[in-house]
């Protein structure tokens, strides 16, 4: 619980620092341009720092929180932020072969038969769905450009 | 005009669609945690490249079969495949545990039929009253019912107000980036040319919706089921069990159209109250909860008439009544139709998507009579191979509307950021409002002033504006409101 009530107090932290830098930057845009986002913002922010004040009055020390099974969502999301970085490296079709193959075997999954059928079979029904029902260009990647 | 929209919505590629689209809802719905605002948000992107016709008919049969096919998950395994289908464990899974799964499927089915039915009569009936409403009103009572449509969708958060006010502010802000829809003004960019677009919905809502949902089922560490009923009897005898109840089914009928016509009380709402109302009803309370048949078919009439009634104020006034709507406002707006009295002045298109919506209702009735006991199959595919096919499709999903690959990296940002704030029990949706509302908001709010001679007075002065603020007012206070009063009446009791 401790740890989740960390998290949302940066949530929150983070919230009235974009919404204090949105109405700063409204001081130096045109009136039109700048009046309903000041109201939106100071707002914002005002709520926001209501929140994380009542919130850390009164938080008091609790044990951590357990993780229940499956992957930690931190690991999670930074494999998604690799899954782009490799898009952008080496393509979409390599990059989600190897994260269609990657995932199941990172969760426990070790038939490889499977694993592999999967892998070649998604990528190829995602990349004929891009190619010819979508009409848009496979990203290449940098190594392939 | 209707038998030209009913010719126009049965044609071949408009029926291709509604096919996919029933087939595409009832293999999302059957997956237990996931409902309709994943699926209509994962076809989303998809729409853009279809004549505006198909693309809302495809939507509506999404949208339609997974509130239908949410039920399959809480019949066979006691989970909700979706905040529409909670109340459908509470009988359905009992009847399942009885050796009645088809039968409770049937009852599913059947009533979902009927429900869908009926709200959309009422959809055919009250658009045109509303439409005429919508005429009467101009920017200052547009821009009070924006931020009413905001507050309402805040407190339906159930007790968590505050962060659904922050968070459709902060779909509001997101809003802004980008050119100001009075002077083309280019704001809060940060000098990079990526932002001077306008941030793009569709990432936006995939990265909410979908992929914080497969992040959620990744964490989960599911997989393995331990126990799932299969629907070996016939789902048939559970559609003639419904239609065997029609005091239940108008009843729950109307329930869902009122739920759905008022912003914000989506069906979430619809199926505990329907539930709630007939065991009230019941002579025979003590059954309901071990496998009351009325117990499930109510729930399940009042959420399909819930689904399209939802589609009310979002055609007629271009005001979503919940997130998986404001995803057709989406879709609107990406066809450049303002949805409102405009999309009424659209020759057959009205016609042809309302005649669209009753043929979904019917598609995803026979193929859930037909189909249902195989597609409760999927709720056994594991989560590690799951997961992975979903990330992909929202990475395709978001860069093949614009073919920017920028938009994929929002999207995993949202999808991180929509995960972090569902567990704290932050309402996402109203980050999605927010944002799909904004440009309309602002636009409608400097005509008002402009109306108003620069004066915020406007919107009290004039009297539907003052009104709807009123209520604005009355319903961010009552959740605090009814402590209150319990509060004051025991202070004088206590002092006598």
């Keep these: 619980m401790r740890r989740s009530a960390d998290l949302e107090n940066w949530v929150l932290g983070l919230t009235i620092l974009a919404s204090g830098a949105m109405l700063y930057q409204t001081f130096f845009y045109p009136p039109v341009a700048a009046q309903f986002p000041r109201l939106v913002s100071a707002f914002v922010f005002a709520l926001s720092a209501y929140l994380l004040a009542g919130r850390l009055r009164g938080q008091a020390s609790s044990p951590r929180a357990k993780r229940e099974g499956g992957l930690a969502w931190w690991a999670f999301a930074l494999g998604l932020f690799g899954y782009f970085a490799l898009v952008l490296v080496a393509g979409f079709l390599l990059a989600t072969l190897l994260f269609l193959a990657a995932i199941p075997v990172w969760v426990g999954r070790t038939r490889w038969v499977t694993v592999t059928v999967y892998s070649l079979v998604t990528t190829a029904l995602l990349g004929a769905a891009m190619r010819w029902v979508l009409q848009v260009p496979i990203p290449s990647g940098l190594l392939f450009r | ?496």
């Design chain 2, 1 to 496: 005009m209707w038998l030209q929209g009913f010719l126009v919505a049965l044609s071949p590629y408009n029926l291709l669609f509604l096919v996919l689209g029933t087939l595409y809802g009832l293999f999302i719905g059957a997956l237990p945690g996931v409902g309709p605002t994943f699926g209509v948000a994962s076809m989303l992107p998809l729409t853009y490249a279809l004549p505006t016709d198909t693309a809302i008919i495809f939507l509506c049969a999404i949208h339609a079969a997974t509130a239908y096919g949410d039920s399959i998950a809480s019949i066979l395994l006691n989970t909700p495949g979706g905040a529409g289908s909670v109340a459908a464990c509470w009988d359905g899974h009992p009847l399942a545990r009885q050796g009645k799964a088809g039968m409770a499927l049937g009852i599913s089915t059947g009533g979902a039929l009927f429900g869908g039915l009926v709200g959309w009569v009422s959809l055919v009936l009250i658009s045109p009253l509303l439409v005429t409403l919508a005429l009467m009103i101009g920017p200052v009572e547009y821009t009070v019912v924006a931020l009413l449509a905001l507050s309402l969708l805040a407190v339906a958060a159930q007790g968590e107000t505050i962060k659904g006010l922050i968070l459709g502010g902060m779909g509001l802000m997101v809003s802004f980036i980008g050119p100001d829809p009075v002077n083309g003004f280019m704001r809060f960019t940060c000098g990079l040319m990526y932002l001077e677009d306008t941030i793009n919905i569709i990432p936006v809502t995939l990265g909410l919706f979908a992929l914080a949902q497969a992040i959620k089922l990744a964490t989960e560490g599911g997989g393995a089921i331990a126990e799932v009923f299969s629907a070996a009897d016939r789902v048939i005898d559970g559609v003639k069990e419904a239609f065997r109840r029609p005091l239940t089914l108008i009843r729950s009928g109307i329930i869902g159209i009122l739920l759905g016509i008022m912003p914000a009380l989506g069906i979430s709402t619809a199926n505990i109250v329907a539930y709630l109302v007939e065991k009230r009803s019941s002579r025979e309370q003590e059954t309901f909860g071990k496998g009351n048949a009325a117990g499930l078919l109510a729930p399940e009439t009042a959420k399909s008439a819930c689904v399209v009634g939802d589609l009310v104020p979002t055609f007629t006034l271009g005001i979503p009544g919940s997130a998986t709507t404001a995803l057709f406002l989406a879709a609107l707006m990406l066809h450049g139709i303002t949805p409102g009295p405009e999309f009424f002045q659209k020759g057959v298109l009205p016609y042809a998507v309302f005649c669209g919506i009753l043929l979904a209702q019917v598609t995803f009735f026979f193929f859930g009579l037909v189909l249902a006991r195989y597609f409760a199959k999927v709720i056994r595919i594991p989560n590690s191979l799951l997961v992975p096919s979903i990330v992909t499709l929202c990475f395709l999903g978001a860069y093949a509307q614009r073919n920017e690959i920028y938009d994929v990296l929002l999207m995993i940002f949202f999808g991180v950021l929509g995960y972090i704030l569902q567990r704290r029990g932050y309402p996402v949706a109203c980050i999605v409002l927010g944002l799909v509302l904004g440009q309309m908001l602002e636009g409608n709010f400097h005509r008002a002033l402009i109306i108003g001679d620069g004066k915020l007075s406007v919107f009290l002065t004039e009297p539907i504006s003052a009104v709807l603020l009123l209520v604005l007012v009355l319903s961010l206070a009552s959740p605090y409101l009814g402590p209150l009063w319990r509060r004051l009446r025991r202070s004088p009791a206590k002092e006598a």
